[in-house]
């Protein structure tokens, strides 16, 4: 089974609309990263969530950390077609493990 | 702002051949790693480098695989004898200088290597 589920896989949204993404742990998460990712190329970070309750911004992206039921959710508000990409969350267990990625297309 | 780096870009192989992918690190980091992602799959965990050893490695870093830091500035990913599935992107990241596992790992740009 996945360590790191993320849904939806995809989402298309119309510009100026918020959207979601979620994260979800099958283990304790001790630290959770957002990175985002444009087709072929690396990774960028985004931020990481550490403590329950967390939240945290970057301009219109952001995001908080359930402790509890172990998942993270990534908000971004008004959504523009430069937040188009790849969103991957990622965890460290022993290791960074990554899920398999939101691919988010914003439509003009 | 400090990046790290990955040279070449791309790389072509035939199978059975080495490759070298080169990383420089952001220069105050103590931690190191390397990634692959095999095209539309996810980004794969293959080893994690702190103090000149080894710390963690995926069941994917067999012994074809190894890892050095030949100087002080340089992170090394060798493959020694290609096969087709090696075919990916390769990540290479570096976080610290604080206690290891919560830093946040800043990644390379990557290196497509494509094996025929």
């Known amino acids: 089974s996945q360590e790191l589920e993320q849904s939806p896989q995809s989402l298309i949204v119309q510009e100026g609309k918020n959207l979601t993404i979620n994260c979800t742990s099958s283990?304790?998460?001790?630290?959770l990263y957002w990175y985002k990712q444009k087709y072929g190329e690396g990774l960028i970070f985004l931020m990481m969530l550490q403590k329950g309750g967390e939240e945290k911004s970057h301009e219109k992206i952001s995001a908080k950390l359930d402790e509890k039921k172990q998942q993270s959710s990534l908000h971004i508000t008004a959504s523009q077609p430069s937040h188009a990409g790849i969103y991957l969350c990622g965890a460290v267990y022993n290791d960074m493990r990554f899920g398999a990625g939101t691919r988010l297309t914003v439509k003009p | 702002e400090p990046e790290v780096t990955q040279t070449p870009s791309h790389q072509v192989t035939q199978m059975g051949q080495e490759v070298i992918l080169r990383c420089v690190p952001i220069s105050n980091h103590l931690y190191f790693y390397w990634y692959r992602q095999i095209l539309g799959q996810k980004v794969e965990f293959l080893v994690s480098?702190?103090?000149?050893?080894?710390?963690?490695k995926s069941e994917i870093f067999d012994d074809q695989f190894s890892v050095e830091r030949p100087d002080g500035s340089n992170f090394t990913l060798k493959i020694r004898s290609t096969k087709l599935e090696d075919s990916a992107m390769y990540f290479c990241?570096?976080?610290?200088?604080?206690?290891?596992?919560?830093?946040?790992?800043?990644f390379g740009p990557g290196t497509r290597l494509l094996v025929l």
């Open positions: 480098f702190y103090n000149n050893e080894i710390s963690e």
């Open positions: 283990k304790t998460l001790y630290g």
């Open positions: 990241a570096s976080s610290g200088p604080g206690a290891g596992g919560l830093e946040t790992q800043y």
